[in-house]
């Protein structure tokens, strides 16, 4: 199993230089503020384990998407600073990645001591994972530590091109996203129950498709809905739709009716004449969206039905807000699933993005077993699909 992987805690990292690539692709204002610093808090345990047993750690990261260039909008400076504030530490910022400044600050650098490299994808290298950028890279450290979830599906040089040149083992954050969500998808408490939503239909078919004949029911929310209601003869208005993927969620009911696994949708849906908070709105039928309206939530009665299936469960993954929950007018359905999914006795397993936003916006998050920090991740892990960044690592 993937998720038997060394981490920080089966290796030596005593005295040694240890290269941690965090995800410290925080959200900032205009005027680069970090809005929610959740993502550097999680570093900390993995960093303080590795400065109290006597490393040097030198931490790198990617900020947003300055394709290549040195673009200092996403210059990782102010997340040294706070990281620094949270970690009563000085962190010393190099200008670059490999370049004079990352040399001079990482052969100097002493146990207990923090550097953090410049952004890595100023350099084109970092998203290529060329070798020489790789190996530069690692030439700074004795031991890669990746503690970088969210950015584990992802082959770049800082996620698994520098497992080439240096002994490769998982964070403790890593360490748990595997061991919880690994340990749930391998053998499963029934009656287990997946909760789909979101938008985007087309990178949850293929989860979809894995939970069928492993999980009891299929909920079915949000945007996602209204294809299945499209490829089942339902009439969606003017809601969100993804036409090309008709076909492939009709195979879908099909081929869940043979193995058993119930796919329920919406009973009731929110409309609205607008994607926005200030239309007009109202619940109808699901399936019956009329003309110009589109469907923005699930309405009361899915609420209400869901919950109880929610109640009998032992296991749940959720994945993907019910509605547009970031307008307040149509955040009662996730909210409704939320705290359903928070009161449940089960295994709970939020897999990251929005349906996570949405547990946290609302205190749940410790209601809950595990909240994952990987989006597109945690997706590709539920699915079972091999993560290169976490391959790369060394086996237990
Ligand atoms: P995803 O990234 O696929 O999980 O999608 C999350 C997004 O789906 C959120 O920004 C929601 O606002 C959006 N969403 C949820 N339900 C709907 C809906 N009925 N119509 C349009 N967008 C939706």
């Not at 620094?84 to 600050?105: K, N």
């Not at 953090?116 to 350099?123: C, I, Q, T, V």
């Not at 499209?230 to 879908?252: H, N, P, R, W, Y």
């Not at 945690?378 to 790369?392: Q, S, Y």
């Amino acid at each position: 199993m993937d998720y038997m992987k060394k981490s920080v805690k089966d290796v030596d990292v005593k005295g040694k230089k240890v290269l941690l690539r965090c995800d410290f692709n925080v959200p900032q204002d205009a005027d680069g503020n970090i809005t929610d610093d959740k993502r550097i808090r999680e570093a900390l345990p993995t960093l303080r384990y590795l400065l109290d047993e006597g490393a040097a750690v030198i931490v790198c990261s990617h900020l947003g998407r300055p394709k290549g260039e040195r673009k200092m909008k996403y210059t990782l400076t102010p997340v040294a600073k706070h990281l620094s504030e949270l970690l009563g530490r000085e962190v010393s910022m190099s200008f670059d990645i490999t370049g004079p400044d990352a040399l001079r600050l990482c052969s100097e650098i002493k146990p207990g001591q923090v550097v953090m490299l410049e952004n890595l994808r100023f350099d084109p290298g970092e998203e290529k994972c060329d070798s020489e950028f790789s190996k530069k890279l690692s030439s700074f450290a004795d031991i890669y530590v990746n503690d970088a979830f969210g950015a584990a599906h992802r082959a770049h040089a800082s996620i698994v091109g520098v497992a080439e040149y240096l002994p490769a083992v998982s964070g403790l954050l890593i360490e748990k996203e595997l061991r919880v969500m690994g340990g749930a998808m391998e053998n499963p408490e029934h009656p287990f129950i997946a909760i789909m939503g979101g938008a985007k239909v087309s990178d949850k078919l293929g989860l979809i498709g894995s939970f069928i004949g492993k999980c009891d029911a299929i909920l079915i929310v949000g945007g996602m809905a209204y294809t299945f209601f499209k490829a089942m003869g339902g009439s969606i208005g003017s809601s969100i739709c993804d036409d090309k993927s008709l076909e492939l969620v009709k195979d879908l009911m099909a081929h869940a009716e043979e193995k058993g696994t119930k796919i329920y949708l919406p009973l009731d849906t929110v409309v609205s004449d607008t994607f926005s908070n200030d239309g007009n709105f109202e619940t109808v039928e699901a399936g019956h969206v009329p003309g110009t309206f589109m469907g923005m939530d699930i309405g009361p009665k899915t609420v209400e039905k869901y919950g109880e299936i929610i109640k009998s469960a032992k296991t749940i993954v959720w994945n993907g807000p019910a509605g547009v929950f970031e307008m307040p007018n149509f955040s009662r359905g996730t909210e409704g699933i939320a705290r359903a999914v928070a009161e449940s006795e089960a295994v709970s397993i939020i897999g990251g993005g929005d349906s996570a936003a949405a547990i946290e916006k609302l205190g749940l998050e410790n209601k809950v077993t595990h909240v994952s920090t990987g989006g597109g991740a945690a997706i590709e892990f539920l699915e079972g699909l091999e993560l290169p960044g976490i391959a790369c690592l060394l086996d237990k």
